[in-house]
């Protein structure tokens, strides 16, 4: 028959294009095996504008790219550190007030006369927030997708993401439904039930710490969320402090997949500026697959990616630096990709993994 | 041997010819076009660079070049396999497209239409979760998992056709229609079982030349030239197929066997596309039907030159899509689409009545 | 013999519409085919042609099994003109009528010199030269009925099949058409077979060597228009009384009602 003969003949000519051009120097090249991942790279240095007397600038100047042997690992139990921590001095008791209203994105105001008991948190950010103001018992739903804090196993799952089961969330009977994108809203409203869109944050990372205390409001954990809000707003300062002294670090490539990569205008291009890191795709509106030509000619110091072999793979990369070191920083998802309590322990993983040494 | 001429002088029946002066011209736009791909891009590179590098590279210059090595990187490992591989794919597309057509006597069959190419990015798919390392060196099970795809979806389509009465031509459509949309269903529900690493493959089936490496262009070479052989061998067997089956039957074509051949070569061809540039739909329209308006329906002009068509088209296809919003990319696929739907709606009113559906 | 039908029935589904018809046919004979609709004249014409495969019996086209021979082979021996086929429109004429060829032509072989003299001569023995710069889309019945003509005849076979080549035309093409069968015919100077099926009586009466009439699938009367077409054999078959008298030129019989 026709069919094997010519599947056949085509393998064996595959094989024998494949052999014959095996011995060519074209063949996809793995980095130079000669050149170990350890070996300094020459980085150039960078400009302080003044001196820290407290800061070790001689460490700064020499600013080692190369992932580190012992990456600094954060303790899993951190967080629940910072919120056993009596309060910071620095603020008043507060209240919780009732009725509060809370303006949601679009500018519709929804008004709270006690806090709810029976939560439908569509949005992992959300959930984890109201875990970690101490109100998880409110949230009784949530999306198949959400997968932290544990306490989420038992709560039930109404579809995934992006999908909906309405019927189920109209017999489970919230008093709130939170929502981070607005398919469903008005279905649900016309149900009877009480809708809030905060759309996910994609722009300012310092909205995040006014998420924190609107959940506050809310469920009347007021001074919890106050807490995880300070202690955002003050590991971020602390950051910003740290970094002021210098005018900019190295340039960056986030590939989010297939060379999609986070623009200025995104919570990542926001990341890399407080990071002081200098975003490759600076003229991206938010996110775009960005043209390879472009990726070699603003030769990143520093590449993120979650799948580093298809770029290590790929020959026309091969003189860039993270891959000719084998140092694409393979990024902890998780953090940075739920903008709520954790996004600060992946931000200050960034930080540690470029800036070794300068954060104690 | 009386009056093989009338009263005009004028030969009646003229001895076919092959369209080499054709081809050749449509070398030559391949050629220009390719150039272009190579010297534009997001990079702005002098043009005078990009031939010193090029020329270096085929050892016909000899001289140091000062040129920074992100240049040569850009032209040598990016553009011009990317050229190459969207030149190969696009001629595929073409004439791969032409034999659907001259086959299912369907003007509107496109190997992205008839579900051949879903089918394929399922056979594909199927192999990217399988986990088993798809290329060994320079042998890939990408085109053949494609083809298998390919091969089950346009026979399914086929027989659907033929099962039903008369009206192959929007039977076929339809079936095939219904085979694409099935196959790109499984591909999902196979991609949310999946990790959610797997973002490539979605953007793999977007289809591009985002990730065109010369490897890619080695792989489905020997696919395609296998393939399109035998297409161009049957170019004129093509012809009589054009007749009701049993009128080409009476003319002395097997035509069972002219048919089983014709759909796997170009099947084979389609998978070869298909496997290393995901899905991209209407070259394989676009491309017989410029042709045809040109130059009539003789398939020993229409399958050459529709290929050359629908490698110039892609090339500057994949150009647009790279360059027009720059520092980003498109993906091809929304060039082609954007000139393909216009086209597709423009065949579908000039065949209406007339050949679409038959006396 | 060219031409050998030994048995041969052909069911559609449960229907016969062939039952045993036994039929032999000698070189030089121009053989109509005539009977009321549906008494299988062109099933028949099928089954020479080997569009369809008999249930039973067998067909010997030159001594050798039809079955047995591959679709060039026999298209070689036998052209056919089917009845309103289904033509693509955008194929030029001269084009078509090359397709003739393909029978003589191997796999990678294309048309020389030689084949597109022949495709020329037919041309113009069917007089559709002027035609040569239009489309099949762009013709009339009668225009489309010789280029058919005119590709079986560039098929160059001796045994040629034509299932009503006057069925949708006028009278006066009707005629044209008929005679410049009978003329192909006679170029053959007495080796080619040509059948035709045809419900004009008249005409197969006037231009046929021989009359085969059908009567739901089998042969009723075999011979000579004259022997054929009597009054006894009409009005049984067709069932309507008729007259019979002779053309006082060709000395044929002619029906009148």
């Known amino acids: ?360 | 041997m009386k009056s093989t001429t009338n009263t005009n002088g004028q030969d009646l029946v003229l001895p076919y010819k092959y369209p080499w002066n054709k081809i050749t011209i449509g070398i030559i736009i391949i050629f220009i076009c390719a150039v272009i791909g190579v010297a534009v891009g997001s990079v702005y590179i002098p043009v005078t660079s990009v031939f010193l590098i090029l020329f270096s590279k085929l050892n016909l210059f000899n001289g140091s070049i000062e040129l920074t090595p992100a240049w040569h990187t850009i032209i040598w490992n990016i553009r011009f396999p990317r050229v190459v591989l969207a030149l190969l794919v696009g001629a595929s597309l073409g004439i791969s497209g032409a034999t659907y057509q001259g086959l299912f006597k369907n003007p509107l069959a496109d190997p992205y239409l008839i579900g051949v190419a879903s089918g394929a990015s399922l056979g594909a798919t199927i192999v990217f979760l399988s986990g088993i390392p798809f290329t060994y060196g320079y042998f890939s099970l990408l085109p053949i998992a494609s083809f298998c795809g390919g091969i089950v979806a346009v026979f399914i389509a086929y027989l659907i056709s033929i099962k039903s009465s008369n009206t192959h031509l929007s039977t076929l459509l339809l079936a095939g229609l219904a085979i694409g949309a099935f196959a790109t269903a499984i591909t999902g529900i196979l991609m949310l079982r999946s990790d959610p690493d797997l973002r490539p493959l979605l953007s793999w089936l977007m289809g591009g030349f985002i990730r065109a490496q010369w490897s890619h262009s080695i792989l489905i070479m020997p696919y395609m030239i296998i393939g399109v052989s035998f297409i161009l061998g049957y170019s004129r067997i093509l012809n009589t197929m054009q007749l009701e089956e049993y009128y080409a039957e009476s003319l002395g074509v097997n035509t069972e066997k002219t048919k089983r051949i014709l759909i796997v070569s170009a099947t084979l061809v389609t998978a070869a596309a298909v496997s290393f540039s995901g899905l991209i739909g209407f070259v394989g329209l676009i491309a017989p039907h410029i042709i045809r308006l040109l130059w009539g329906t003789d398939y020993r002009t229409l399958l050459p030159l529709s290929g050359i068509v629908g490698a110039a088209f892609l090339i500057l296809a994949d150009l647009t899509a790279r360059t027009i919003v720059n520092p980003i990319e498109l993906p091809v696929g929304i060039i082609t689409a954007l000139v393909g739907s216009p086209f597709f709606v423009y065949v579908l009113l000039k065949t209406k009545g007339s050949t679409v559906d038959g006396s | 013999m060219v031409l050998d039908l030994q048995n041969i029935s052909f069911k559609y589904g449960n229907v016969n519409a062939i039952q045993e018809i036994t039929a032999h046919f000698n070189p030089g004979e121009l053989v109509s085919l005539v009977g009321p609709n549906g008494a299988g004249k062109t099933t028949l014409l099928k089954l020479i042609s080997g569009t369809l495969k008999p249930s039973s019996g067998k067909i010997y086209i030159y001594d050798q099994l039809s079955h047995n021979l591959t679709n060039k082979k026999r298209a070689v021996w036998i052209s056919m003109v089917p009845q309103n086929p289904k033509l693509p429109d955008e194929i030029s004429i001269p084009d078509f009528v090359m397709l003739g060829r393909n029978p003589h032509l191997g796999l990678l072989q294309w048309e020389s010199k030689k084949d597109f003299d022949i495709a020329r001569k037919s041309m113009s023995l069917t007089e559709i030269d002027y035609l040569s710069k239009r489309k099949l889309g762009e013709i009339s019945g009668g225009e489309r009925q010789r280029t058919m003509l005119a590709l079986a005849i560039t098929q160059e076979s001796p045994i040629m099949l034509l299932d009503e080549p006057t069925s949708n035309l006028d009278i006066s093409h009707q005629i044209k058409v008929i005679k410049l069968i009978r003329k192909i015919h006679e170029q053959k100077s007495g080796f080619g077979v040509t059948i035709l099926a045809i419900h004009d009586l008249n005409i197969a009466a006037q231009f046929s060597d021989r009359i085969l009439l059908f009567s739901k699938g089998s042969i009723a009367a075999d011979g000579t228009p004259k022997e054929v077409l009597t009054k006894n054999n009409i009005e049984s078959i067709y069932g309507s009384e008729v007259t019979i008298i002779t053309h006082p030129e060709h000395g044929t019989p002619v029906i009148i009602s």
């Not at chain 1, 909906?164 to 969330?169: G, K």
């Not at chain 1, 300012?204 to 710490?209: Q, T």
Request: net charge negative; proline share 9%.
């Open chain 1, 1 to 360: 028959m026709f069919r094997p003969i010519l599947l056949n003949t085509s393998i064996a000519f595959v094989l024998m294009i494949g052999m014959a051009s095996c011995s060519e120097g074209s063949s996809p090249k793995q980095p130079d095996p000669a050149a170990p991942a350890s070996t300094p790279v020459p980085i150039k240095p960078y400009i302080h504008k003044q001196i820290l007397p407290s800061t070790p600038i001689v460490a700064l100047t020499a600013l080692p790219i190369t992932k580190k042997t012992q990456s600094q690992k954060f303790p899993k139990d951190r967080i629940v550190k910072y919120f056993s921590t009596p309060s910071p001095p620095t603020y008043e008791k507060l209240t919780a007030q009732f009725p509060v209203t809370i303006i949601a994105r679009d500018g519709s105001e929804v008004v709270f006369n006690k806090p709810p008991e029976r939560i439908i948190a569509y949005d992992a950010a959300a959930v984890e927030t109201i875990f970690a103001i101490g109100q998880g018992h409110r949230i009784i739903g949530t999306h198949s997708w959400v997968s932290h804090p544990v306490e989420v196993e038992d709560i039930e799952k109404i579809g995934d993401a992006f999908n909906m089961n309405v019927e189920r969330i109209l017999d489970l009977d919230p008093d709130l439904v939170f929502l981070f994108y607005p398919t469903f809203k008005e279905e649900l409203e016309k149900a009877g039930l009480k809708v809030l869109l905060l759309e996910s944050i994609d722009d300012d990372l310092m909205k995040m710490a006014d998420t924190f205390r609107t959940w506050g409001q809310i469920t009347g954990a007021v001074n919890e969320a106050e807490i995880l809000a300070k202690n955002f707003e003050t590991r971020i300062a602390e950051i910003q402090f740290i970094l002021d002294p210098y005018h900019s670090g190295p340039s960056i490539f986030q590939d989010v997949g297939d060379l999609w990569t986070p623009g200025n205008n995104t919570l990542m291009g926001n990341v890399f500026q407080l990071l002081k890191l200098k975003n490759v795709a600076y003229d991206v509106d938010n996110y775009g697959q960005l043209s390879p030509e472009i990726i070699i000619d603003r030769d990143p110091q520093i590449i993120i990616s979650s799948t580093p072999d298809l770029l290590y793979q790929n020959p026309a990369f091969n003189k860039l630096l993270p891959i000719k070191n084998k140092s694409i920083f393979k990024s902890n998802d998780d953090y940075l990709s739920i903008s709520g309590p954790r996004f600060i322990l992946g931000l200050e993983e960034l930080a540690n993994e470029f800036y070794p040494g300068l954060f104690k």
